[in-house]
């Protein structure tokens, strides 16, 4: 196995905190295809194609709205919009043009709000 490498004030590591393991991990993966490490049932890493963890979901009673926003990129942005509608995300923002491309807002099944956007 290659040795992770971490860079000097990048971010790291996500983390999303959930009021439901399942049904968040039932979400992410249905929506984005996210494949999860489970570290037992309050925490699990979200897995990247190279193997390494991106961030991770953390059970907490109740999520609040606000904070950073997360925003995910895709190569054909209506399809994930449909994919992030069937898997039971709100959409909050429909598809909008901004200055070098577009993009949706979206709430998951806890309540954090994401956004996908593409330059296409």
Not at 45 to 51: C, L, N, T, Y
């Amino acid at each position: 196995m290659s040795e992770i490498k971490h860079n000097h004030h990048e971010i790291d590591y996500i983390e999303f905190c959930v009021t439901d393991m399942a049904e968040s991990q039932r979400f992410y993966a249905a929506a984005f295809g996210w494949q999860f490490t489970d570290y037992g049932t309050e925490y699990a890493g979200i897995q990247k194609s190279d193997g390494c963890e991106a961030g991770g979901l953390r059970v907490q009673s109740v999520v609040t709205a606000g904070g950073p926003l997360v925003i995910l990129y895709s190569d054909n942005l209506e399809l994930t919009l449909t994919r992030v509608r069937d898997a039971g995300g709100q959409i909050t923002h429909e598809i909008f043009e901004f200055p070098g491309g577009r993009r949706f807002h979206f709430k998951d099944p806890s309540g954090n709000e994401l956004a996908v956007w593409s330059d296409r």
